[in-house]
C-alpha cells in the first residue's frame, strides 16, 4: 500500500504560483510512477503530469507543458508540482497518485492510489 497526502493549494490571483506537494509513504517507490490529475466541477478527472521515482522521467499534459513543473525529492519521499502562470480555467481539485509502473499513463483508472487531494482556486 502506498499513502499519499497532498499539501499547497489555495486561493491565487490569475498569473500567480503554487507549489504542490504530495507525501508519499507505506513502501520503497523505486518501481513506481508519481503523478498529478486534477478536477474540476462537472468535469473527468485529468492528467496534468508524470514522473518515474527511478530516474524522474516526466510527461506532462499539453495544458501543462510550459507552466508546470513536476519532480520529486528521494530523500523527503515527496513529488512537487510547481504550477506557474496560473489561469481560472487551472482551478480544480489537484490530486496525488502513484502506480506501480515506469509506463506512460494518462488515463485516470490506469493508477491504483490516490491522495484526498488539494484545492487550487484561480481568480481572475
Known amino acids: 500500500q502506498v499513502q499519499l497526502v497532498e499539501s499547497g493549494g489555495g486561493l491565487v490571483q490569475a498569473g500567480g504560483s503554487l507549489r504542490l506537494s504530495c507525501a508519499a509513504s507505506?513502501?520503497?517507490?523505486?518501481?513506481?510512477?508519481m503523478g498529478w490529475f486534477r478536477q474540476a466541477p462537472g468535469k473527468e478527472r485529468e492528467f496534468v503530469a508524470h514522473i518515474t521515482w527511478n530516474g524522474g522521467t516526466t510527461y506532462y499534459a499539453d495544458s501543462a507543458k510550459g507552466r508546470f513543473t513536476i519532480s520529486r525529492d528521494t530523500a523527503k519521499n515527496t513529488v512537487y508540482l510547481q504550477t506557474n502562470s496560473l489561469k481560472p480555467d487551472d482551478t480544480a481539485v489537484y490530486y496525488c497518485?502513484?502506480?506501480?509502473?515506469?509506463?506512460?499513463?494518462?488515463?485516470?483508472?490506469?493508477?491504483?492510489?490516490w491522495g484526498q487531494g488539494t484545492q487550487v482556486t484561480v481568480s481572475s
Open positions: 497518485a502513484a502506480r506501480r509502473s515506469n509506463n506512460w499513463a494518462n488515463i485516470a483508472t490506469m493508477w491504483a492510489y
Open positions: 507505506g513502501r520503497t517507490l523505486l518501481d513506481y510512477t
